[in-house]
């Protein structure tokens, strides 16, 4: 009989959820601001826009390119004490120091029944800015990534000042597919008040949800372009086929590789360079796309025509580590993972004498954490699936994957928020219809 949870060794403990966030010692911000300030003083600058008389307690919002945001946030909000809304990975081996920071841990893309409470505790009695990442993820683009259909929603549960701060050249620097590699690339925060406590009370949630979108939008090659900034580094483009997996000319997946500055297809030979300046360019015949994220965009567009025709499906065989606490990894060795539009994410698998199946619906994941270079297990490319227990992370046999797995998690959850609404939408012209009959009859 298969189990929905893994029949884990004696003595192996689930981290507790419900612990309540602790106020950040003051000795934690003054080190950060500190550290901080030796590290990016030099290629840092933040603007503030709308922030006079802004003072803690607010709901500070911010895009997210790599670990060093949280150094940024940190810095942007100081002499403020700050609680970050970080993954529980982020905790791994350090809990104690990250709960003694002010951060409150999270699985990645499930719902968390504690994390109001805490996060009203944060803003109301410690009087703290409370930061939190949306995408919940490292940017594989460059570009902002679906956020969560309920942060209007929590928006309107704390009532209070939200400000964003948007990150800019973070990507460039220290790119997600090549993150252990830095770039000569200066960093610019804009910080923005964007909902006024009144404004958050008098908002619906849907205006409140797309008035913090909008602001939280970036383009990364698109500020390189715009600002000029030249990276000259000759491997500026490696690592770069891991996200722009499908060639434009050939249209096969996953033969895509990058060398130096160059991105290439090894099916039909068709090759890129990335400029200095952050465009695509052939080295002969067509460039299609000079864009990245235009690219990316496209490779979006076919998956979902996958689904739309019901012929996108994936299965492989993955090796499994688990992170039921903050202590170690546990390695579950082999296991088969899938993911389709009927079951979303599936994991079956066996360890310690018995079968589980680990299972993900597609309506409870807007998205799905990836890794490129997986620092804490192996330096691979990986997929992280989280329950309320529990987090997974798989390492498929096939290589080149994890892009498209992405991708086709927010498609088809997207498919799936459609179905309901339409169905919603059909149920309630059906009551009107009847009331409407009703009436006509009397």
Known sequence: MLSNKVNYKKGTKY??????????LLAFKWLTKIVSDITLH???????????????????????????????????????????????????????LMELDGCIGKRKFTTDPHLIPACEKVLNKFGAVLTMYPEARYSPIGTLAILPSSLGQLIKRLKHDVVVLVHHGNYLHTPFW?????????????????????????????????????????????????????????????????????????????????????????????????TEIGELKAIEGETVFSHPPTWYEWQRANVRKEID?????????????????????????????????????????????????????????????????????????????????DTFVCFPSEKNQVTKLSIATEELYKVKTEEKRLKRLARKLAKESETNGETENK
Not at 15 to 24: A, D, F, H
Not at 207 to 218: C, F, G, H, S
């Open 42 to 96: 030099k290629r840092l600058k933040i603007k503030k826009v709308n922030m006079e008389g802004v003072k803690a307690p607010y709901f500070l919002l911010s895009n997210h390119m790599g670990f060093v945001d949280l150094e940024i946030n940190a810095l942007a909000a100081y002499p403020a004490r700050v609680s970050h809304i970080a993954t529980l990975e982020g905790h791994y081996r350090r809990s104690l």
């Open 15 to 24: 981290r507790n959820m419900q612990k309540e966030p602790k106020k950040q």
């Open 309 to 389: 025709e019901g012929r996108y499906s994936f299965t492989d065989e993955v090796d499994v580590f688990s992170l039921p606490n903050t202590n170690n990894f546990i390695d579950l060795g082999k296991a088969r993972l899938t993911h389709s539009m009927e079951t979303g994410f599936v994991i079956e698998g066996h360890y310690n004498g018995e079968d589980y199946k680990i299972s993900r619906p597609v309506a409870g994941m807007y998205g799905v954490h990836i890794e490129y270079d997986y620092c804490y297990i192996r330096p691979e490319e990986c997929v992280q699936i989280s329950t309320s227990d």
């Open 178 to 274: 090549d993150w252990r590699r830095k770039r000569d690339v200066p960093l610019c925060s804009v910080m923005t008040r964007v909902l006024t406590k009144e404004q958050v009370e008098e908002l619906s949630a849907e205006e409140i949800q797309d008035t913090v979108t909008k602001a939280l939008w970036y383009d990364e090659y698109k500020y390189q372009k715009d600002n000029n900034i030249r990276i000259t580094e000759p491997y500026r483009a490696e690592g770069l086929h891991k996200v722009l997996y499908q060639c434009p000319i050939c249209k096969t997946e996953f033969k895509m590789y990058t060398e130096g500055a160059i991105l290439g297809c090894s099916e039909c030979g068709h090759k890129w360079e990335l």
